[in-house]
């Protein structure tokens, strides 16, 4: 009896020992030398999945050290998803989510980063939340993280600038950037290049992992609200031109573009109204797009820059407490305050209207 105890722990054992040593045999390459976002990204999300999740890094631009790679990013001179080759530095690369996938809207040019996050991302994400690969909200945080996170990194990466006009101001503490501030300086001697690498996937992982969460338990839970505002929203007004959210101040803009596209009533609202921290109520315009400053409809512009009673005296409205000096955002002590506030913006846009 001891005996066969004894034989199947063995066995038990050595199979164990066997499947370990297959996880590490695994090996993920990438180049050394100086490290950049997207690559350590790329690791990082590999290291996120059960399968990868031992595997070992092997940094070479030796083409023989690469071929004994399960799989390898950001080097190589090779795009093949079915060998798990994910470069984008060869000349013939121009590969870009659209490209990959018609449905995508974004024509960035991808970088590692981006190729593994194609490829693997809905993977990481729902094995990150414990959820299925399939689930809808899983696609929804999958765009909105590729939109918000990924996208940026890719055009860094390939030395895409955000506007053609020459920016007003330098920005320097992007993820990339602290990613580049990671490695080794040229005049610092015994630093350990592979270290700084590890810190600098440690750095780009909790960020990965706190925006998937953000968008999971803040940003995804007020669409429904959003929805059922555009919904409610001839209850509001018969215009239906103006929400209302009933949750304060939830993130209400990205998914209400999405939505009334989605709805087939794009450019429709107007307004949204909602209740701040400290009770009061506000009023604020939507703009044109999404992640723009400029309103489909500004709040009367001979209120703008007034408050409180001068702003109520000169509107007519009472408990008015501010009209921004743009005219993007008002806020009145009560909702009937910022419902009336709403209205004759919309009231006063008509009449010129049918003037002209």
Known sequence: MFQRSVGVLGRLFSIAMTESVKRARCIIGTHNGK??????????????????????????????????????????????PERHRYDHHQRSFDRAMNSLNPNFPWTTKLSSAGLIYFHFGHKVIAHMLGESETA?????????????????????DNGIRQADETPRYKVTTTLSSRVGFLNPPWNVKGLDERKQ???????????????????????????????????????????????????????????LFDLEEKMGIEGVIKFALFQDSNGTWRVQCVPDKVHNFTNRLSLKE???????????????????????????????????????????????ASQQTSEQ
């Open 35 to 80: 490290f950049h976002c997207d690559e350590v990204l790329a690791c990082r999300l590999l290291k996120s999945l059960p399968e990868y999740q031992h595997a070992e890094i092997v940094r070479s631009r030796d083409p023989g050290k690469l071929d004994e790679c399960d799989i390898v990013v950001d080097v190589g001179g090779v795009y093949d």
């Open 136 to 156: 809808e909200n899983i696609d929804v945080i999958y765009h909105k993280v590729y939109e918000n996170f990924i996208e940026e990194i890719d055009a860094v």
């Open 197 to 255: 690498f590890d810190l600098a996937m440690d750095l780009v992982g909790a960020e990965f992992e706190d925006r998937v969460h953000s968008y999971h338990k803040i940003w995804l839970p007020a669409r429904d609200l959003v929805k059922t505002a555009i919904e409610k929203r001839h209850e509001v007004d018969s215009s239906g031109q103006i929400i209302l959210l009933e949750n304060c101040g939830c993130p209400w803009k990205e998914h």
């Open 302 to 348: 001979e209120w703008c820059g007034f408050r409180d009673d001068e702003l109520s005296q000169l509107s007519g409205i009472p408990g008015c407490v501010f009209v921004h000096a743009n005219g993007f955002i008002g806020g009145n002590k009560s909702k009937e305050g910022v419902l009336k506030m709403a209205q004759e913006t919309l009231r006063a």
